[in-house]
């Protein structure tokens, strides 16, 4: 189970940087978890939206499914106008057809799976689970699960994927005493004017590249005291259909991440879906049989990718996390769209390294240890590993075959103290990259 926060964004993500995209980490594992999964076998996404019972809530059930499902066409259809935007329809051709067509239906909301559901909700008699319920609930959100904000959580027991939501953010369609209207321009007047055409437009018809630009200018009206129900909507299905926060690369899958700053929904509640997770969107298509194999991404100055991987040139770290005071770091390499593997570092006490490292050599007690290898996604380690241990100033080091992630061969290896001092000096240079900090497991 996973739990995936809004954390703030308006100001946290001002100050950190992030990837331009990444791919949630169960993406590899459970696939059929996320809407990325029915998008590319081109059935219909279900979803349902409910209400705390005996709640004074500021938004109404039609409300709250009028931004979702235009948050959904959002996802889908306006991926693809940005994708004809670029002029590159041609390029993309067999994508255009599979997210302009995506199909959404509504359906009840079955929350029987939710061990707390019916203290919260009434109940709907709902046939089945929707493949995304959205629940709008301060008592489910905040007492229950002791959470605020919003959030999106999958694989939580034997419920379905559903996305929280505290009933704190500002409406598009009231609200409008939040909106200093004497300083709005004359286009901003007039998408305030009209605003309930335009998100039936972009929820049930096929609209245009202006329809969405007025979409995104209609959010940001709102989001200057904090954001928007949609906005909060939107952010949270990117993670239904299996994109990770921008803003910390925390359950970030390290293969499919890429590594310098991008901006978005993914990033800050006030930005529109942007050209960084039309990347994300297209390298998740491929990943499941239906996105290019290889292409250059939308952003400026954007890299390349293949089968969903950033093409590097140089050792590139994307991720990096801390665990009990060992940091563990993940980069891609010139040969990772080829191998399929990260370069994988580490380092720590050795007392609190992994048991398979522990048990390769006979460190002395109070060492510091530094691992560096290939490993695959998973996590598997590959192939020899080079593993330095450092005791006072002195440096040894000794190398470790890996096979099938089992180690078969461990031999000591000279290591010339000015290399083993240049691994270690990495490891605090590292240390102090906020693009790749997690939060403490």
């Known amino acids: 189970m996973r739990i995936f926060f809004i954390l703030s964004a308006l100001c946290v993500s001002a100050l950190a940087w992030a990837a331009p995209f990444g791919h949630l980490e169960n993406v590899a594992v459970k696939p059929s978890l996320f809407l990325a999964d029915k998008l590319a076998k081109q059935q219909p996404i279900t979803y349902c939206v409910e209400l705390g019972a005996k709640e004074a809530l500021d938004i109404s059930r039609p409300e709250a499914a009028l931004y979702t499902r235009a948050a959904l066409k959002e996802w889908t259809y306006g991926i693809a106008l940005q994708i004809e935007t670029a002029g590159r329809g041609k390029e993309f051709a067999a994508i255009i057809p599979l997210l302009k067509n995506a199909r959404f239906q509504q359906v009840a909301c079955d929350l029987s799976a939710h061990p707390a559901g019916a203290d919260y909700f009434a109940p709907s008699g709902a046939p089945r689970q929707a493949d995304i319920s959205i629940l709008i609930s301060k008592n489910y959100c905040e007492t229950y699960f002791r959470k605020s904000t919003a959030f999106y959580m999958e694989d939580y027991k034997s419920a379905a994927p559903f996305i929280c939501v505290m009933p704190r953010y500002a409406g598009l369609l009231q609200d409008t005493d939040r909106i200093a209207v004497h300083i709005l321009n004359a286009e901003q007047k007039a998408v305030l004017a009209k605003r309930l055409p335009l998100l039936n437009r972009i929820a049930q018809e096929p609209y245009t590249p202006a329809d969405q630009r007025h979409l995104w200018q209609l959010n940001r009206l709102y989001s200057y005291d904090g954001p928007t129900y949609f906005a909060a909507i939107t952010h949270e299905l990117g993670h239904a259909f299996g994109l990770a926060d921008e803003y910390t690369a925390n359950n970030a899958d390290p293969l499919h991440q890429t590594s310098t700053p991008g901006q978005g929904i993914m990033r800050r509640l006030y930005d529109p879906i942007g050209c960084a997770e039309t990347d994300g969107m297209l390298t998740l298509l491929g990943r499941y049989g239906k996105g290019p194999r290889a292409f250059a991404g939308f952003c400026p100055n954007s890299a390349f990718y293949t089968d969903g991987v950033e093409q590097v040139a140089q050792i590139t770290p994307v991720k990096r996390r801390l665990s009990k005071g060992v940091q ?48 695959a996604q998973d996590g598997t380690k590959q192939g020899a590993w080079l593993i330095v241990y450092r005791q006072g100033n002195a440096y040894r080091a000794v190398r470790a075959v890996y096979q099938a992630g089992k180690v078969v061969r461990v031999q000591e290896q000279p290591v010339p103290a000015a290399q083993a001092e240049g691994y270690f000096a990495r490891c605090q240079e590292t240390a102090r990259l906020p693009v790749l900090t997690d939060l403490n497991d």
Not at 347 to 365: E, H, I, K, S
């Open 328 to 375: 563990t770091l993940w980069s891609l390499t010139p040969d990772t769209p080829k191998t399929r593997t990260l370069l994988y570092e580490s380092w720590g006490p050795v007392a609190a390294m992994r048991g398979d490292l522990q048990m390769a050599w006979n460190f002395p007690p109070n060492a510091q240890v530094y691992v560096r290898g290939f490993s």
